[in-house]
């Protein structure tokens, strides 16, 4: 029984970290229609930044700076930030497609940069004994995961309250006025790019933030946590949830997380032992099936309420 | 020294080209980019490889110094058919009912996750292990002072250039090549027209996918064939794409070829690690700099 509690909170921990991601990816595109699929490399750089600066001495990468946690969250925050200011000035301007294309690309470049530069990441070793806040006050493991819990809970909150009223400000209309129609908003002088830009690094400081979370929590990061399929599953959380809305993000974040880790124990627990190293492969295929299953049926998810998706222009056949 | 990375880039270079067509293909037909062509590449590679397994008891011999005999040129044409049925069927069953209801970036977003399910079940089907289509060794031969090649990566130059001019000549003197361009050019007054615009759609995945197919054993002949090939070629293929200017033809061509160079002739300067990187920056400063690319008209 006390088994399951805690498989529990560790499993309730993750569902709220990436419900602060995929609030972050929901200004993007529900809120402002940016296409970005490189969520793996926000969070990745968001992961290492907390890891380098918040890590006491250690050989094997750059670290040391013993940096106060939150100050390093806030600082893994700000470079998360400065990445997303650095690919979208070029590419937010292009059609979708283009900043899809770049988000892709900076998420591999970020992860080739991760595996090679041992120096600063520790190459595909990783970082090791990420530090945790108050980590020597409580007793049990199980009691730690409690309060680190409440934390994360407490933080999933304050960014869902600091983006329920940022997309309920005007600022939030403009945004949502570019996604419906962008012609129309410039002609009533707002400077469309200057917006998107904007959204665009905030949800990236969001994701990074997330990133810096993770790290946090598991206190062991290596380039194979950055993989594109967690940028899957994060937009399979923000569809299935509904984009467009705050709460279908975070909702998303808790049923595909729910489903991942469901059909991992599922696996271990039929599969053939020969067939173990392809569980991971049955997972994706799983959580895709759901996904593609969403969009042809339910576009707009279980809560997304608005018309988040922009009809395109030209029509094909 | 640079003479051997231009000639290697030139085979992959080839490669990637050969991806890149299709690729423009669809973005300029269909009019969404899509993220699952590499895994095209992939599967292509894949099928060629049980076909030349399934040939594997009549070994005919070798082409001269090549590696391969009759089994893979029966293999290529096998993968192409093979993996132009994947690719009708993938838009059957995803695109279709995403064009149908007028969404375009669920369309992008739906080839991504596709992409990720075709190499999946790449990893159920085949497993995650490196494969090859022969054991024998090549020698690389001096076709230059300073210069070597495999008779395989000959082989890959001459066959890509040769199926460049054969679609050169199927857009330009054929009734459905002819067709194809107007529906890139002009969708509505293609419809007008008369031109049967489902058939162009899929003659377009025919085209692109065979290309493909060919492209990844290309790959797999020269390189290796692995599940995540077709994944980490993504980048490259729109790279070459958006250098030649997306929906040019002839444009990815010789975007191909650039990006297949510049990544070859960059291990000079950094460090092979972040080769496949080059064609990502490359991309980037083509966005800056002409986001319509070398040969592009079309915004």
Redesign the interface.
């Known amino acids: 029984m006390s088994g399951l509690v805690s498989y529990l909170v560790f499993f309730l921990i993750l569902a709220a970290i990436y419900g602060v991601v995929s609030l972050g990816l929901n200004l993007q595109w529900g809120y402002t229609?940016l296409?970005n699929?490189g969520v793996a490399g926000f969070f990745a750089v968001g992961a290492y930044t907390y890891a380098i600066l918040a890590s006491p001495v250690t050989s094997g990468h750059l670290g040391g700076f013993n940096v106060p946690i939150p100050l390093s969250m806030v600082a893994a925050m700000l470079v998360t930030g400065v990445a997303a200011l650095v690919i979208g000035f070029?590419?937010l301007r292009?059609r979708?497609?283009?900043l899809?294309?770049?988000t892709?690309?900076?998420a591999?470049?970020i992860q080739?940069v991760a595996?090679?530069t041992q120096w600063l990441t520790g190459g595909t070793q990783g970082i090791y004994n990420i530090p945790q806040p108050l980590a020597n006050v409580f007793k049990s493991n199980f009691e730690y995961n409690v309060f680190f819990l409440a934390m994360v809970l407490l933080i999933l909150f304050v960014v869902y309250i600091a983006l329920e009223r940022m997309v309920h400000s005007p600022w939030g209309r403009v945004l949502m006025a570019i996604r419906e129609d962008e012609t129309a908003a410039s002609s009533v002088g707002k400077n469309a790019f200057s917006y998107r830009l904007q959204s665009f690094v905030i949800g990236s400081m969001i994701m990074g933030l997330g990133g810096a979370l993770y790290a946090c929590f598991i206190k062991y990061i290596s380039p194979q946590d950055f993989q594109?399929?967690l940028t899957?599953q994060i937009?399979a959380m923000l569809?299935i949830g509904g984009s467009g809305n705050n709460r279908g993000a975070v909702l998303g974040a808790l049923l595909v997380w729910m489903l991942w880790s469901g059909s991992g124990t599922l696996v271990q627990a039929i599969l053939p032992a020969s067939l173990q190293?392809?569980g991971?492969?049955?997972q994706?295929?799983l959580i895709?099936?759901v996904?593609?299953l969403t969009?042809?049926f339910k576009?707009r998810g279980i809560l997304g309420n608005r018309r988040a998706?922009?009809?395109?222009a030209?029509?094909?056949? | 020294m640079i003479g051997q990375y231009l000639a290697d880039g030139i085979v992959l270079g080839s490669t990637i080209a050969l991806g890149a067509i299709g690729l423009t293909l669809t973005?300029n037909?269909?009019?969404?980019?899509n993220?699952a062509h590499g895994s095209l590449l992939s599967w292509g590679a894949y099928f060629g490889l049980v076909f030349v397994m399934a040939f594997s008891g009549v070994q005919g011999g070798t082409f001269g110094s090549l590696s391969f005999g009759w089994p893979f040129i029966v293999a290529l044409i096998g993968a192409a058919v093979l993996t132009s049925g994947l690719a009708l069927l993938v838009d059957w069953l995803?695109f279709r009912?995403?064009?149908r209801?007028?969404?375009?970036?669920?369309l992008?977003?739906?080839s991504?996750?596709?992409s990720?399910?075709l190499r999946?079940?790449i990893?159920?089907f085949f497993?995650?292990e490196p494969r090859y289509y022969s054991n024998s060794i090549q020698m690389a031969k001096e076709i230059l002072p300073g210069v070597r090649m495999t008779a395989d990566q000959i082989f890959v130059v001459v066959l890509a250039a040769v199926l460049v001019v054969v679609l050169h000549l199927f857009l330009t003197r054929t009734k459905l090549g002819k067709a194809m361009r107007a529906t890139a050019d002009n969708?509505a007054l293609a419809?007008v027209t008369g031109i049967n615009?489902?058939g162009?759609?899929r003659w377009t995945w025919v085209v692109g996918a065979s290309l493909a197919a060919v492209a990844g054993m290309f790959f797999g002949l020269t390189v290796q064939v692995l599940p995540e090939m077709g994944?980490n070629l993504?980048?490259p293929l729109?790279a070459a794409a958006?250098l030649g200017g997306i929906g040019s033809v002839y444009g990815a061509v010789l975007g191909g070829l650039v990006i297949g160079i510049a990544q070859d002739v960059s291990v000079m300067f950094i460090?092979p690690?972040?080769k496949?990187?080059v064609a990502?920056v490359i991309?980037?400063v083509v966005?800056?700099v002409r986001?319509t690319g070398i040969l592009g008209e079309k915004k």
């Open positions: 229609g296409f699929i070029p590419t292009l979708d497609d283009y899809a294309i770049a892709i690309g900076i591999f470049s080739l595996m090679n594109p399929v899957f937009w569809i190293v392809k991971g492969a049955f994706i295929i895709g099936l996904l593609m969009l042809i576009p998706i922009i009809p395109r030209k029509q094909a056949p | 973005y037909i269909l009019n969404f980019a993220f995803v009912p995403l064009r209801s007028n969404i375009q970036v669920a992008v977003f739906a991504f996750g596709a990720l399910l999946n079940f990893v159920v497993g995650p969708l419809q615009v489902q162009v759609v994944f993504v980048l729109f958006i460090s690690a972040y496949p990187a990502f991309m980037i966005l800056l986001p």
